[in-house]
């Protein structure tokens, strides 16, 4: 019997210096630093640097890093085309990602050959997510979208252009914090698309592209809008009966797993300790609820995570089922005033900082990935013409 390695779990085809994924001690690493060390005190731009050339930048790298993803935000003229056909369909976001990002071979200053990958494709491709993701979120609104502002960092400047406002210093923190904690995370299926479309000497959009349709599929895109339901739905029958939110989460806990139902933004297969993104995002969304309102929702999600993680260590002994990135994703990002589904584009716009420093890493120590299936078909069949079956 040959061994399938089904969904090649466990399966190593590449060294990388990204990011280290230790399940069983619940801790990841990103460019040698501990998550909890970076996220919430690097900007974007310094993890994207980090990344991208193994170390963090100066001062003045820095600065010329900011001003190079500030200038090439702007859209070549197609996507507007592009983006204003697909909101006339009502297409899923992730769509318009998909075909808004492809428009970038149409910059004529961006060239991006077959094999040749560079850090300026790179920053191209970061700089143009968020113009894509807030314009087209404009367009399906029924407004125009809104220019970048060169004076905005990268976070800030996403805020920006969904709205028109400038943010609040906290809700940019938060977004930036919610980037640094997804920018990579070991060899997950859109990272991976990335890696072998890279492999074959494609082009980095082609590479990225291919993960944006990875990243599409709710088994990796994720869904953080339950987690969300599911705090708003208990605090919401707490205000009818009377009774706490403690009790109410009590009684949704158990009649969720009573019925064979899971709760949302606990378990995951690789964290059986603690999933280290939970905690740094469950602090990014103290510190920003703390000082711009709704602090309420804040306290009533911590009283709903205690009394789940109680009642699944109750229900579901031996199971280690702790709170994962999904519960406090969907927290930070409701809390930036971000709708449910905006959240996976978010997402991309923040995991295009890894997926790039993979295609990097991949097109300088490259193999064609190309594994094997075992052929389980029939054999000898005898050929018949059509006209004869
Ligand atoms: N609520 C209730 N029970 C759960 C949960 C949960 N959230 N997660 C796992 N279990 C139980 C299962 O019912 C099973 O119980 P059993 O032994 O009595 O049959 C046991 O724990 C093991 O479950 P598996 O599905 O084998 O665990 P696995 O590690 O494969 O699952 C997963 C991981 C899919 C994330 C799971 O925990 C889950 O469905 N969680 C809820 C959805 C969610 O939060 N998804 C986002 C994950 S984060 C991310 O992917 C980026």
């Known amino acids: 019997m040959t061994e399938i390695a089904r969904g090649l779990e466990g399966v190593k085809f590449a060294q990388t210096r990204l990011s280290k994924v230790d399940g069983q001690a619940g801790q990841l690493t990103i460019g040698g630093y501990p998550l909890e060390a970076l996220a919430p005190n690097a ?7 980090l990344l991208w050339n193994d170390r963090l930048p100066g001062s003045a790298e820095l600065n010329a890093l900011k001003h190079d993803l500030a200038a090439r935000r702007a859209l070549p003229m197609a996507a507007g085309a592009v983006l204003r056909e697909a909101a006339a369909r009502k297409l899923p976001i992730m769509d318009a990602l998909r075909m808004g990002i492809d428009t970038i071979g149409l910059c004529s200053d961006e060239p991006h050959p077959a094999g040749q990958v560079d850090v300026g494709c790179a920053v191209a491709l970061v700089a143009h997510m968020p113009t894509v993701a807030a314009a087209y979120w404009r367009l399906l609104h029924g407004l125009e ?126 964290y059986k300790v603690r999933d280290p993104r939970a905690d740094v995002l469950g602090l990014a969304a103290q510190r920003m609820f703390s000082v711009t309102g709704e602090s309420r929702l804040y306290e009533d999600a911590r009283v709903v995570e205690e009394v789940a993680l109680r009642v699944l260590e109750e229900l579901k002994p031996g199971r280690n089922l702790k709170t994962n990135v999904e519960f406090y994703t969907a927290l930070v990002l409701h809390g ?54």
């Open 145 to 270: 979208p809104i220019d970048a502002r060169p004076d905005l960092d990268h976070a800030a400047n996403y805020l920006y252009m969904l709205d028109g406002r400038e943010p609040h210093p906290e809700a940019a923190r938060a977004l930036e914090t919610y980037f640094n904690t997804v920018v990579d995370h070991g060899m997950n299926a859109s990272t991976f698309t990335a890696r072998v479309i890279t492999s074959t000497r494609s082009d980095i959009v082609s590479a990225i592209v291919g993960a944006i349709g990875a990243l599409k599929g709710p088994l990796h895109g994720g869904a953080p809008g339950p987690a969300l339901d599911m705090v708003f739905e208990i605090r919401a029958r707490a205000a009818r009966s009377g009774d706490s939110v403690a009790q109410e989460a009590d009684r949704w806990v158990r009649e969720t797993i009573e019925s064979g139902g899971r709760i949302m933004g606990f378990g995951h297969r690789v």
């Open 43 to 49: 900007c974007f731009e310094e993890v994207l640097f």
């Open 336 to 389: 930036i005033g971000l709708e449910v589904a905006m959240f996976t584009p978010t997402f991309a716009v923040g995991r295009v900082g890894g997926w790039t420093a993979h295609v990097l890493e991949q097109v300088r120590d490259d193999r064609l990935i190309r594994p094997d299936a075992e052929y389980v078909g029939a054999t000898g069949r005898a050929w018949v013409p059509a006209d004869r079956r």
